[in-house]
């Protein structure tokens, strides 16, 4: 632990050092901006898996049995889970749950006399996450846990767009975080998965209270990125999961990653930021 922290201060001790950078560029707003929309909707959509799957299993009987899957989508705000049945050719809607800022405010099984029908959209997300799962686990890409991937699935950012298939290695522990091992699928119309994006070069996990559960929990991590020049949608949602700031070093520039927000941080103040 010690030696990660000499790191980390070696390395914020060099940002400060480089010319200050203090203002973004045109194209890293650009970006900035798209993994703060994306990693909002990661994490809400997560949320409501999450907390629609403790539901669901109080709800529908037998449910390892009859059920296929799950879709998320709607407004960040107000999500709304469905999970489907079996049937692959035409899957049906089950259960249905919506929320409001992360929490369940109702939540159904469907039955006789319900329309169990899926729009077209959802039928097209349904299958682009099949898609994807398949091909991800048919490639020679790294798993960093030998447990299901989360998933997450954006609709199409603009109409006859790729739909957004994220597979996210999930937190088996509350005391780390994972970094490594997520991925990103684009799916076109016609159903062809394009090459997988790596958020990470290897698996990284983060302790989130330092490897000791006798002490408080740092206020923040700092994560060195060198695969891209801004923070990403991950590093958004990893915050938003933990509720803690992030620093992003990237070979430039330093970043504060806070939830909602991400701050390029003037690297002649960059040795003011604590290492955890």
């Given at each position: 632990m010690l030696r990660s922290l000499m790191i980390a201060a070696a390395l914020l001790a060099s940002a400060a050092a480089a010319p200050a950078q203090d203002k973004m560029t045109a194209a890293e707003e650009a970006t900035v901006v798209r993994a703060l929309n994306r990693?909002?909707?990661?994490?809400a959509y997560d949320?409501?898996?999450?907390h629609g799957t403790d539901d669901m299993v109080t709800k529908v009987p037998h449910w390892q049995d009859v059920l296929g899957g799950w879709i998320v989508d709607g407004p960040t705000d107000t999500p709304e889970i469905i999970f489907f049945d079996t049937n692959e050719a035409e899957p049906h809607a089950v259960y249905i749950a919506d929320f409001k800022d992360n929490k369940l405010v109702s939540s159904r099984v469907l039955g006789a006399g319900d329309d169990t029908r899926l729009s077209p959209d959802r039928l097209?997300?349904?299958?682009?996450?099949?898609?994807?799962?398949?091909a991800l686990l048919a490639s020679n890409e790294p798993r960093c846990k030998d447990k299901p991937y989360n998933t997450v699935v954006l609709p199409p950012e603009k109409p006859g767009g790729p739909i957004l298939v994220y597979l996210l290695t999930p937190q088996t522990s509350n005391d780390s975080i994972p970094f490594g091992g997520h991925y990103l699928a684009e799916v076109s119309a016609d159903?062809?998965?394009g090459p997988f994006r790596h958020f990470t070069k290897s698996c990284a996990e983060f302790p989130i209270n330092g490897g000791d559960t006798s002490k408080s929990?740092?206020?923040?991590?700092?994560i060195t990125h060198l695969l891209d020049p801004t923070p990403t949608e991950i590093h958004v949602f990893s915050s938003l999961s933990i509720h803690k700031r992030l620093y992003v070093l990237t070979k430039k520039r330093v970043?504060?990653?806070?939830?909602?927000?991400?701050?390029?941080i003037d690297s002649?103040?960059?040795k003011k930021a604590k290492a955890p």
């Amino acid at each position: 632990m010690l030696r990660s922290l000499m790191i980390a201060a070696a390395l914020l001790a060099s940002a400060a050092a480089a010319p200050a950078q203090d203002k973004m560029t045109a194209a890293e707003e650009a970006t900035v901006v798209r993994a703060l929309n994306r990693g909002a909707v990661i994490y809400a959509y997560d949320q409501a898996a999450w907390h629609g799957t403790d539901d669901m299993v109080t709800k529908v009987p037998h449910w390892q049995d009859v059920l296929g899957g799950w879709i998320v989508d709607g407004p960040t705000d107000t999500p709304e889970i469905i999970f489907f049945d079996t049937n692959e050719a035409e899957p049906h809607a089950v259960y249905i749950a919506d929320f409001k800022d992360n929490k369940l405010v109702s939540s159904r099984v469907l039955g006789a006399g319900d329309d169990t029908r899926l729009s077209p959209d959802r039928l097209r997300m349904i299958r682009a996450r099949e898609l994807a799962i398949k091909a991800l686990l048919a490639s020679n890409e790294p798993r960093c846990k030998d447990k299901p991937y989360n998933t997450v699935v954006l609709p199409p950012e603009k109409p006859g767009g790729p739909i957004l298939v994220y597979l996210l290695t999930p937190q088996t522990s509350n005391d780390s975080i994972p970094f490594g091992g997520h991925y990103l699928a684009e799916v076109s119309a016609d159903g062809k998965v394009g090459p997988f994006r790596h958020f990470t070069k290897s698996c990284a996990e983060f302790p989130i209270n330092g490897g000791d559960t006798s002490k408080s929990e740092p206020d923040a991590l700092i994560i060195t990125h060198l695969l891209d020049p801004t923070p990403t949608e991950i590093h958004v949602f990893s915050s938003l999961s933990i509720h803690k700031r992030l620093y992003v070093l990237t070979k430039k520039r330093v970043w504060r990653v806070e939830g909602n927000e991400i701050h390029l941080i003037d690297s002649s103040k960059a040795k003011k930021a604590k290492a955890p």
